[in-house]
């Protein structure tokens, strides 16, 4: 039954319908600065210059995991192994420095880790044909089996090189070196989705693949490439963790996931509801640090904050799903 | 018993998919309702089957008038429909299935198997006696004919008398249609008359008492199929009411250019196509029934991938079949049918709709897009064909059917009118008011005279005699005698769209 004409549009519908586009597209960050007024105005030491850049820094690694995740929801693919991918380069990347190997080359090593983790879910989704969701986790569990063998469930301290740690508590002009690559990943993400042919396409993928198919698009090569960057990101961030910590850690990346798949429903919330995009995922993840900043300012504890977070996922996907079709399966 | 639909209306916003339709059904029948798509067979028995309800008109029971709220109301009724797509658990066993929703249960909740087997098998035996099925298999191991009968044991599970089929053999092959209609024959002499909607018409004609017709809902008639021919049948399917007529001719072009596509014993599914060429200016169009085939052909030319065999020549160059990519960088370009499925992104803006095939060209290079450039190319797009939108960054969703589908076909314009040697479109017009149609016509007549090949498939017979140069009839999967511009005529069409030759 074809359905042809057009509804009769007054302007009283034209404006109901701005309205409503107007309240999906800014509610969530109308409820950003809502709370970030209540902790400056509630919480000591919240609304200080030396706390904001410690948010900033706390929230740079996790933009960089959600960037990463923007791409693979973009093309419509979960990458549940982000958490233990951060992991394995935060215990690779100092495992090659205590070696005595060069910081470029270490740097590249954890890369190509990325490169590695983000080809095997690559192949399973795209070749072989496992959802994302299922090939994800199950590499998510390798991954995790692997850091705690090679780490014999040990952190990795010793010699770091100085340059090294300066990646992950280093301050240029007193802004921490980390915000600087949380930018620059940001601001290289937001180019290769906004800008190029490559992002179109992995967009195009995700919002309609019979289409995408139908124009010529290799459907399989921009969900492959999706889910690869998606695993970049991943080794970016855990590379800068382990600088942080000044140590690697097994168990460092396991927070990521969780926090990860936030900042980008978070993010779908808003700008272009229903659709993950990069500015989103970077508000989204400022939401995120600063709902953990001010609770443990406030001295809350841990498990509350993770009760907490667990209903802003819930409410943000709920949002999502009941105003746009939200498929991730 | 007599059921009795009378002046039903179903009104959508824009459309109105059932006008006044009255017609009655006999449980002593095998009554076939047939249309084309669109016609209102499917609305019409959503409404008998208690899912949809009218915007108005009355539905009576020898006599007494039905308020159906529910599929459950119609069942209480009597009333009971198999749909085409099936609604079978796989995973659970014939019996299973048969006694979904009311299993034999012990007090607790524990279903009595044995019990629950049995009750099956006595159904199946007392409705079907002796026709041998394995109801203890899973479901999904069946036969497709098997399932088809587990499902109709199931609608008779209740008091039914009144079975609506909907397409019950378009899953099967050929060879367990037969044990279907078999089953489908003896339901009047028990009691359950048979409301049957099929594409099949041979199929119609060998299970009906009583034949309906449907067009544009409305009801063009209802007659015994023991009087009707087939042809007569499509004529009435198919036959538009006065007042429409083609009113753009094409110019003939004596001069044709040099051929652009040739197809060589191509078979794709039920389809096998010996020939078929296509020369530079040419606009041909495939017409059929559903079901016969024309559509299948034009999205393989585009979408080889369910090719078994054949060959396929470009603008005289011999094309290796592989994926859409493959022959669209070959020449040949699909503007498909259900645009927003199958072409565009609804909720992307214009600009990204139509940069998806070709968004180099609002490049400067290195893969890296260029705003200016898009917006540029966007703009002679909208001009091009002109589209009604007021920014390039408007939704897609936001634009009328006729925006959407010259956007549809917009994209393989951008950045270069000429690229392509065959454009393909499928139904290019469904869902588009007649000033869009108009103005797709015109495109389509002016990417011909640049020296495209085009080929038109669609159920609309009057814009196949308005643009087209020449006709293929598809019947069965297989094309017929082409048709060429003098010899147009509806009854033509319609003629070699049912076989006949006279």
Known sequence: ?329 | MKISLTDIVMQYPGTRALDAVSANFRTDEVHGLIGENGAGKSTLMSVLSGSQRPTSGQISLNGRELALRSPRDAMLNGIALVSQEGSLVSSLSGAENIMLGEEPRHAGSVIRRNHLNQQAAKLLETWFPGIGIDLGAQVGSLPMADQKVIEIVRALRGDVRLLILDEPTATLPSREKERLWSIIRSLPQRGVGVVLISHFLSEIFALSNRITVLRDGRHVGTLNASDVSEDHLVDLMLRRTGGQTSDEQVTTRDALGTEVLAVTNWRVGRIAIPAFTLRAGEIVGLIGLTGSGHFGFARSLHNPAGVLSGTIAINGKPASLGGPRDMQRSGIALVPDHRMENALIGEWDLRENLSMVHPEHGSRGLGILSMTKENAETARIFKLLNVKAHSPRQLLSSLSGGNKQKISIGKWLYGARDRYRVMVFIEPTEGVDIGAKKEIYAEMRRLAATGMGIIIASSDLLEIEQVTDRVIPFVAGKPGAEITRNDFSEAAFIAAMSGGSQ
């Open chain 1, 1 to 329: 039954m074809t359905v042809s004409g057009t509804v009769q549009q007054n302007d009283d519908r034209i404006f109901g319908v701005i309205r409503k586009e107007w309240i999906q597209k800014y509610s969530t960050l109308v409820a950003l600065v809502l709370i970030f007024l209540v902790f400056s105005i509630t919480v000591n030491r919240f609304l200080t210059p030396l706390n904001l850049l410690n948010i900033m820094q706390q929230i740079s690694m996790l933009t960089i995991v959600g960037a990463g995740l923007t791409f693979g929801f973009a093309a419509r693919e979960m990458d549940l192994s982000v958490g233990y991918t951060v992991g394995l380069a935060g215990i690779l990347v100092p495992l090659l420095l205590t070696w005595g190997v060069p910081l470029p080359i270490a740097v590249l090593g954890g890369l190509g880790a990325g490169l590695v983790v983000g080809a095997v879910n690559a192949a399973l989704v795209t070749l072989v044909g496992v959802p994302s969701l299922i090939a994800t986790l199950a590499v998510g569990s390798i991954i995790f089996g692997i850091n705690y063998l090679v780490t014999g469930g040990r952190a990795i301290y010793g010699s770091l090189p100085a340059e090294y740690l300066w990646l992950g508590q280093g301050r240029v002009f007193g802004i921490p070196v980390l915000a600087f690559f949380m930018f620059g990943c940001v601001a290289v993400a937001w180019f290769i989705m906004e800008r190029t042919i490559f992002g179109r396409y992995v967009y195009a993928v995700g919002g309609n693949q019979k289409a995408a198919e139908l124009s010529g698009v290799n459907v399989r090569l921009y969900r492959a490439a999706a889910m690869v960057v998606c695993s970049l990101f991943a080794v970016i961030a855990g590379t800068l963790l382990a600088a942080r910590l000044g140590s690697g850690q097994p168990n460092a990346g396991e927070n990521y996931l969780l926090d990860g798949l936030a900042t980008v429903f978070i993010g779908m919330t808003m700008l272009r509801p229903g659709t993950a995009t990069i500015l989103g995922t970077l508000l989204g993840a400022l939401f995120i640090g600063i709902i953990n900043n001010g609770l443990n300012l406030m001295g809350m504890d841990t498990y509350i904050q993770s009760i907490v977070k667990g209903i802003i996922i819930l409410v943000a996907v709920a949002i999502v799903s009941r105003t746009t079709k939200l498929k991730l399966l």
